[in-house]
């Protein structure tokens, strides 16, 4: 089995609608494959009335934590999506995106960038609107040569000189909201360095602690020594590793099913999760 746990559609920041996503999934051989946009579960719907036959299905959400100042991200599989704990803190963080998106830009006009609301809101579309898309204005304009090259002190990093800071959850408040709703957690790329500051080790143990289920080691932003590093840490502390592309269509270079997880990991996933199952598909044909 070929599995991917992480992929964004038009639902959030990528750029294939989710219709498109698991067809191209299935095209490119998987076999189970997770559409887990940030803080949204917008695109579940589109998804399941188009999913191929022979390809599943698994619902998720990437959720916006943040924890002593430093921004993380925590994957949240197969949970009820009308429990209303996590659905109120999803909203939260979507009627921020908005706001924050547009006090960027009025930072980036400051800094002498002719980018402006209406072309974001373009690019973005009916999507959750975030930095890539403001990332995207940035590559239009010529300011930058790629999404990535935004992401940096100089533009839209974190803690950048135009970087806004967005209602984000508490990570072990975003454990427990998973865990009530019936879902699965799992810290999204937890020492990708290149994206940022990461928390400290110690602050995983202590997730774990909290009821943390895994960790993504197995990612376009970890080198070899670093995922070997996370799996012995996995290891010392009862954590599922996952693999995943963390797929964003061409906002990234990278591929759907580049890293995938191991069938044994998806089995305990699907074993641990009650608020939501897997849905195999039934060859794109609407369902009630």
């Not at 019936?182 to 790329?189: C, D």
Request: hydrophobic share 40%; charged share 25%.
């Amino acid at each position: 089995m070929r599995i991917d746990l992480h992929t964004h559609s038009t639902a959030s920041d990528g750029t294939d609608t989710p219709a498109e996503l698991v067809r191209n999934a299935a095209a490119a051989g998987l076999d189970v494959v997770a559409l887990t946009d940030h803080d949204t579960v917008g695109g579940h719907a589109e998804a399941l009335r188009a999913l191929p036959s022979g390809l599943t299905l698994v619902t998720g959400a990437e959720l916006s934590c943040r924890l002593d100042g430093v921004s993380l991200h925590m994957l949240a599989y197969l949970f009820d999506p009308a429990e209303p704990e996590l659905a109120r803190e999803r909203e939260l963080v979507r009627d921020d995106r908005v706001p924050r998106a547009k006090a960027m830009v009025g930072k980036l006009r400051d800094l002498g960038v002719p980018v402006t609301w209406d072309q974001v809101a373009r690019i973005a579309a009916d999507g959750a609107v975030g930095r890539p898309h403001v990332a995207t204005a940035l590559v239009e304009l010529g300011v930058v040569e790629t999404v990535s090259d935004a992401f940096t002190d100089e533009w839209i990093g974190t803690g950048g000189r135009a970087d806004v800071r967005k209602h984000e959850l508490d990570p072990f408040e975003a454990i427990r909201l998973i865990k009530g709703a019936g879902g699965v957690a799992v810290f999204a790329h937890p020492l990708a360095v290149k994206r940022g500051q990461c928390v400290p080790e110690r602050a995983i143990a202590e997730l774990a602690a909290a009821g943390l289920d895994g960790i993504e080691v197995d990612h376009m932003d970890h080198d070899a020594p670093t995922r070997a590093r996370l799996r012995g840490l996995a290891a010392d502390l009862g954590l599922l590793t996952t693999g995943s592309s963390d797929y964003h269509g061409s906002r990234k270079t990278c591929r759907l099913g580049e890293y995938t997880t191991d069938p044994e990991v998806y089995g305990e996933i699907t074993r641990r999760a009650t608020g939501a199952f897997p849905v195999p598909g039934t060859g794109g044909h609407p369902r009630p």
